[in-house]
């Protein structure tokens, strides 16, 4: 059971660069997030999507784009990169948000963005 | 705004030691509490969830516990060892998924 996989686990871009993160959970989970883990700034939600079709804004959207391709995948991309941008990026994904009886979020091993 | 304090931001202890981590948060209309661990370099692994109608959750030498009105949570480690050695996130979880993190406590368990 692989879980939440995320690719690439590394990659360097150029300011202005686009590209796309790619992520997929095999845990028939409904609903997948997407977070940046900064040092000193803890983990923040970029954006969500609470079931298959839709999305919703986290925290810090500003600069990101999702797409929930299908029950399994949510992509984050980046139209624009910028240096600000460089971060750890976590995908993660649960059995359903927002549920009274609690749901467990299980992450992916990380994707490290240099944005030079 | 839900914010969530993690106090200390480290600790080393020796082997053995049974230990308390702190987590604090300001806005006690929560579903859940849950505690994650971080391996440097790894992505986070959900160690115990409590539900917000729960006061505790156990889990081997892992114990949790969660007091809503007052807006705390502990996590209790026994006899620690060195392969405890890494940093214990909690997180707060109201409803539409916007999970709020701490910053983390880094342990150190000395051999």
């Known amino acids: 059971n692989a879980g939440v996989t995320q690719t690439p686990k590394f990659q360097v871009l150029k300011t202005g660069q686009s590209m796309t993160l790619q992520c997929a959970q095999d845990?028939?989970?409904?609903?997948m997030y997407w977070y940046r883990q900064d040092p000193g700034m803890g983990l923040r939600l970029i954006y969500y999507?609470?079931?298959?079709?839709?999305?919703d804004k986290g925290e810090v959207p500003n600069g990101y784009n999702v797409s929930r391709l299908n029950k399994r995948e949510f992509s984050l991309r980046l139209e624009s990169a910028a240096p600000s941008q460089t971060s750890v990026y976590f995908c993660?994904?649960?059995?359903?948000?927002?549920?009274?009886?609690?749901?467990?979020?299980?992450f992916g091993e990380g994707s490290w963005l240099t944005v030079v | 705004k839900q914010e969530v304090t993690q106090i200390p931001a480290a600790l080393s202890v020796p082997e053995g030691e049974n230990l308390v981590l702190n987590c604090s948060f300001t806005d006690s209309a929560i579903y859940n509490l849950q505690w994650f661990r971080q391996d440097p370099g790894k992505g986070l692994t959900s160690l115990l969830l409590?539900?917000?109608?729960?006061r505790e959750q156990t889990s081997g030498r892992l114990n949790a516990s969660l007091d809503k009105s007052s807006g705390r949570s502990t996590l209790y480690i026994a006899a620690s060892q060195p392969g405890d050695s890494a940093t214990y996130l909690c997180?707060?979880?109201?409803?539409?998924?916007?999970?709020?993190f701490g910053d983390g406590t880094t342990l150190t368990v000395k051999p």
């Open positions: 999507s609470a079931s298959e079709g839709t999305t």
């Open positions: 997180a707060v979880s109201p409803n539409a998924g916007k999970s709020t």
């Open positions: 409590i539900q917000s109608s729960q």
């Open positions: 993660a994904s649960s059995e359903r948000a927002g549920s009274s009886a609690g749901n467990t979020i299980y």
């Open positions: 845990m028939n989970h409904n609903s």
